[in-house]
């Protein structure tokens, strides 16, 4: 399921809601939102939460507004501001430039109220209960880092930047708009998030709560495993190993590839190891319920 979460929920919100909608507990998403951030959230339903953590690791595309001239404790709009500075003299080739150092393959300094754990405590709750936290950068890689538009905001001494934003999972956007702010000596922080892409699912495709309430529309899970990976198209006998786990010729790719049996039932998730491809995850196994 693609759902277009709101603003003001959390993912694990939406993820109670399909559960009520669904009839059933066995569900999770694909990569966390902030409450303040809407749009693309894959939401996985049964056995389709077995794909999930395929998902988990795709590219992401998001649209942003940054504005420039505050800093706040949370590098969004949620947080106190901290410090305020005229931002009136930053041209829009200053920000062209600076975000250009910000694309490629960078160090990232995670935001303090991320979800990452700090001595097995969640850095946004120990910032929360007044505790210093330091976060370690990590490898991030930012494909595109697309201004838009600058706004003059305040009587301008503010500015409002929209961007576009394509990045490898594990992104903070909040702490890109601190990092570009940093850089022009203004400050900056995230107003507005919105993710358009996860991996090959859209926000084309995606439908709101009140949408799904009326109708459950789903992406079945065979067609999410074709848009996702690689497909191998098996043969009768080759669908009767893989269900019982068993090895088959191999595929002769590297990647991990979706095998469909000739009704175009997804069966498994295989990869080539010594010369065979091997079943990493079974869905259609032998003698299981669908």
Not at 151 to 170: A, F, H, I, N, Y
Request: charged share 25%.
């Amino acid at each position: 399921m693609i759902v277009d979460k709101p603003r003001g929920w959390t993912s694990h919100d939406v993820v109670g809601k399909v559960r009520r909608l669904a009839g059933t507990r066995k569900v999770g998403h694909a990569g966390t939102l902030d409450p303040m951030a809407t749009g693309v959230l894959v939401v996985g339903i049964n056995k389709a939460t077995r794909l999930l953590s395929h998902i988990v690791g795709t590219e992401k595309t998001y649209t942003a507004t940054i504005r420039l001239g505050q800093r706040t404790v949370t590098d969004d709009a949620e947080g106190e501001v901290l410090e305020e500075r005229i931002a009136a003299a930053v041209t829009e080739q200053q920000i062209r430039d600076a975000a250009a150092k910000l694309t490629g393959h960078i160090l990232q300094v995670p935001s303090s109220v991320s979800a990452i754990k700090v001595a097995g405590e969640r850095s946004y709750a120990r910032v929360r209960a007044g505790k210093e936290v330091t976060l370690e950068a990590r490898p991030v890689t930012i494909h595109s880092f697309d201004i838009h538009a600058v706004r003059r905001e305040r009587g301008g001494k503010l500015q409002d930047v929209d961007v576009t934003v394509r990045c490898s999972s594990g992104t903070y956007i909040r702490a890109l708009a601190r990092d570009l702010g940093a850089d022009l000596g203004v400050g900056g922080h995230l107003t507005a998030l919105r993710r358009t892409q996860v991996g090959p699912y859209r926000i084309e495709q995606a439908h709101t709560l009140e949408e799904l309430a009326g109708s459950l529309t789903v992406l079945p899970l065979a067609d999410a495993a074709r848009s996702l990976l690689p497909v191998r198209e098996l043969s009768d006998g080759e669908t009767v190993e893989l269900s019982f786990g068993r090895r088959i010729p191999a595929t002769g790719s590297a990647e991990l590839t979706a095998a469909f049996a000739p009704d175009g039932e997804l069966v498994a998730l295989v990869k080539d190891v010594g010369g065979q491809a091997k079943p990493e995850l079974v869905f259609a196994a032998h003698g299981e319920d669908a």
